[in-house]
Every structure is written in C-alpha cells, then in structure tokens.
C-alpha cells in the first residue's frame, strides 16, 4: 500500500520528450520485433481444443508500433485469444507509452470520457449491498472510482495497477489507498479485505485469465462480490467493424471470453453469479475509435519515437489529415450514439458484466 501527496494533473509531452525517447526505440527495434513472440498455441488455452480457425489479423491500430498480431478461436468453446501472444519483453514495449508516459496524456482523456458507464458499474452492486471498501484492480488513474463515488458516497475506493497512473489517482484523491503491481503478487495485502472488488476491461489484458480468477477466488471473502465486465467476442459488432472493432485492441488484449465461459469458471471457484448484464456494458464507441485507427494508419503523429525520423512532410501531411479529422469523429460519435439502442435491443451490445457473490 503507497500513500502520496496531492498532485496536479498531467500536461501533454513535449517535442523534446517524444525525441528523447527515440534512442532506446531505435535499439529495440533494431533487435526485431519478432523476438517479441512466443511459439504459436495449436490448442485453445481455455479448453485445451484442438479446433481452431483464424480471426482476425492486424497491426497495432493506434500507436502504429511495428508488428502484426492474429487472434484465433476455438471452434468448441469460441474463446478467442492472441495466437502467438506477446512475451513478457513484448507486453512491456507494447504498453510502453501508452497508458503513462507519452500516450498517458491521450489515454487519460479517453478515461475521463465515460462518467455514464462508470456510474452505471457502481449501480449494478447497489440492490444486494452498499460497499464499505471497495478494490477495482487494473483501475488506471481511478477514473471509475471518482465518477463511482457519487452513486457510492460512502464507499472507501482503493485502486491496483502496474502503471504509475494509479499514483496520479491517489494524488488527486480519487483512491484511498493504492497497490502498484501485478495482482498475483499483492494477495497478501488485498484478501479479505474488501466487500467488492471489481476488474474493468482488466481479465483481456492478462496472459492467463484462468489463474487470474484462480487468485480472485483467494482474494474474495465468502459473501463478498466480485464484478467483472469484458468485452464479448460473441457480439455481432465484431462482425461489423472486422479488424477495426474496438475490442481486438491488438497488440494488448491477449483474451477474449465468451460469457458462458467466464459463468462457467466463476462457478467452478465458489462464486454465485447474481446479476449479468450485456446492453448496461456496452460502450457505444466502435465507429468513432474505427475512425480514429483510420486516421493514425494515415497520418500516425510524426514525433512518435518508433516511427521513422519526421519529414517536413509528414507534419504536412498531418495537418491536413487533422483539419478534418474532428469533424468526422464528431459524425462518429454521434453515429454511434445513435445506433446503441439498436445494437442493445439486436445483440446486446460490445460487452457484458457479471457480478458475483463468493459462496458462504
């Protein structure tokens, strides 16, 4: 547990900050970025198939760092998952400056855009308790707990993260208390003490959701709450967007769960799932961020450090890219505001959330 002072709020980098970190972009890159691969999987991690077919295959669609990546499913149990995943030295080139650091400042607004959804994970708990403690695991900055605390008010929220957002989080008093690691590593800390705790777009990310859950049961006291939301490979969004379907967010998501399989693993660790909901969990976005990857493979930002070094005419050809751009990401997301009670009432939407009691 890590206790800070106050602290403002970040401000974007600066040139000289996307030109210093150049070097040592440059030396990995060197290397190759295949080294970043582990051996490809012939059988599903989450039920051991044999019966795979391919996906989807794109490249990092966002920050335009090199690399291609596929996702397969398994024809049995329709889990979907990167295949071959990222390594560790892989996780940690990929995720560099994204979430902190040179991407932490876009990242953070991209949070800071969803008071609605935030709001409506916290009333999800509020017919069957009203937490005293509360842990959100993966939970960045805090954004959800900031926005959870006015449905909660009386609701102590604690935050767990790898990154050093959950510091900034602390510092601007969204979190009580903060835990900066791997969740595996901090079960001593964190077990038993906390009434709800809750992973938001958090079990995609991991290598292996399966032990993830294994250590969630150690951590959830019995008559405790566990929710969970993720995106829904099932969605028929995903058939829409193709390989710009918001979810892939390749390179990081490294699983996708189909819903029965998560009631499933949850049952098979003593939890009793008491509310699932799929239109609630929807994040109407996918057009918007479709459009968005559109622009950065058109015009990436010239000053990011894995790209070749800046021309004039890249910085041209930017500013030209981005005297429209805002427009159309302003059609987008009205587009997608418009189509959400559509995609709900068809298919139920991007995602789902299940909430969970620890069984007595």
Known sequence: M????????????????FAAAR?????????????????????CPWCGSDKLRHRVTTGDLLQRKPGTFHMDECRVCKHVFQNPRLNIDGLNFYYRDFYDGLGGYITEQIFAAHTEVYHSRARMVTPFLTPRHWLDVGTGYGHFCKDAKTVL?????????????????????????????????????????????SMHHYLEHVRDPRAELDVVARIVAPGKYLLIEVPD????????????????????????IPCRNLLQALAERGFTPVRVQRKEAHLPVDLTCAVLS????????????????????DFRRQARVWKVTPKLLKWAWYADQWMAPLIKAFDGGNAYRVLARRNV
């Open 2 to 17: 890590t206790t800070l002072e106050p602290n403002p709020t970040p401000v974007a980098p600066s040139d000289e900050d």
């Open 23 to 43: 070097p040592w972009y440059a030396a990995q890159m060197a290397a190759g970025v295949e080294r970043f691969l582990e051996p490809r999987l012939d059988t």
């Open 153 to 197: 008010p009386d609701t102590v929220f604690d935050g767990l993260d790898m990154g050093s957002g959950v510091e900034d989080g602390q510092q601007r008093g969204w979190l009580t208390n903060i835990y900066r690691g791997q969740l595996p590593d901090l079960v001593d800390e964190v077990a038993g003490k906390y009434d709800v705790v």
């Open 233 to 256: 490979p099932t969605s028929f969004t995903a058939k829409m967007y193709g390989k710009l379907w918001t979810p892939y967010y390749q390179p990081q998501h490294q699983h996708l």
């Open 294 to 313: 559109t622009v950065s493979r058109i015009s990436p930002d010239p000053r990011y450090p894995w790209l070749p070094e800046p021309t004039a005419a």
